[in-house]
């Protein structure tokens, strides 16, 4: 346990105290000899003390035991009882936007009892910065901005509150060596409204670079995915204009499965899209579906990869105009044949692929057509 009183150095003990009230006694003595070596051994004593101090915190630090170095600020923790905490987060509250005012850092180091740290950048008519250093615990760091990282999850929830001229937010998420380091820069003017994300990682895993720009004439989305000397480049362009409304994109990584989500919400003249691409060490399929619109139903498009065949599924409900399209292609190494099914023209194109066998003719046509059974 460190204890330390006011005015006292944390590193104070009985040796050095009576070792300066010597000095001054060799001082007033005006005894030289005696203050040279007065002096020499309080350096000495000093210099041991505040080793044994450095030691004893990083004894305590390594040992995750953050309270115990911060066990004498009752100021602030000793405001929180068993069951009632309201004193305590005002005062944090306060403490938080005190540090907003004066643009100062706040490293959010967490204690047993400093677990929820509640940080809200609202409307405020001059600019702010805010720089958050949010270190980890074993179980959970929990902020309204939110860079809590625990060893089965890593989330991140932003609120950046609006200004009249331009609101900056800087989010650093310090990671350890097997994890990576994610910055988020978000800034708002009049003209442009741009969100650039970069999240570096590390040799094992892959660079992503994302930048949104919006203007009044157009919204573009840029993704820019370098990976490494395994993997490709990936580069997603989507401009969005008047017609189109909002993309979602949420890539999701891991050792077994890689796979991106892609959500575009409804416009007057389509409905959504979702896009969902599992990556496996079996299978590499791709899942589109497109909602409904007044003039076609919806496209389904799965292209399952697998070390035995290449297959893609393409199927078109009806629509006023015309029934339904099933597109089913697929290779092996014996055959490459494509088979393409409407059913105002089965006949002719079963003429042309003979090759056919009964399954792939039952892929083309639902189990309820009478279609099915003239095969």
Known sequence: MVRCFSNNKPWMNIEIKALLKEKKRAFLSKDKQALKEVQRR????????????KNRMEEQLSQQNVAGKFSDDSAII????????????GVIQDFVDWCQRNHLLINAGKTKEMNHLLINAGKTKEMNHLLINAGKTKEMNHLLINAGKTKEMNHLLINAGK????????????????????????????????LLINVRKTKEMNHLLINVRKTKEMNHLLINARKTKEMNHLLINVRKTKEMNHLLINVRKTKEMNHLLINAGKTKEMNHLLINARKTKEM??????????????????????????????????????????????????????????????????FHHFQSVDICDVELLFPPKTKVKSRV
């Open 42 to 53: 309080l350096r000495l004593s000093i210099r041991t003390a505040k080793a044994r101090y």
């Open 78 to 89: 000793g405001l929180s009882s068993e069951d009632d905490d309201t004193e305590y987060r």
């Open 163 to 194: 200004t009249k001229e331009m609101n900056h937010l800087l989010i650093n998420v310090r990671k350890t060596k097997e994890m990576n380091h994610l910055l988020i820069n978000v800034r708002k003017t009049k003209e442009m409204n741009h």
């Open 284 to 349: 590499n399929h791709l899942l589109i579906n497109a909602g409904k619109t007044k003039e076609m139903n919806h496209l389904l498009i799965n292209a399952g990869k697998t070390k035995e065949m290449n297959h893609l599924l393409i199927n078109v409900r009806k629509t006023k105009e015309m029934n339904h399209l099933l597109i089913n292609v697929r290779k092996t190494k014996e055959m490459n044949h494509l088979l393409i099914n409407s059913y105002l023209c089965f006949f002719f194109f």
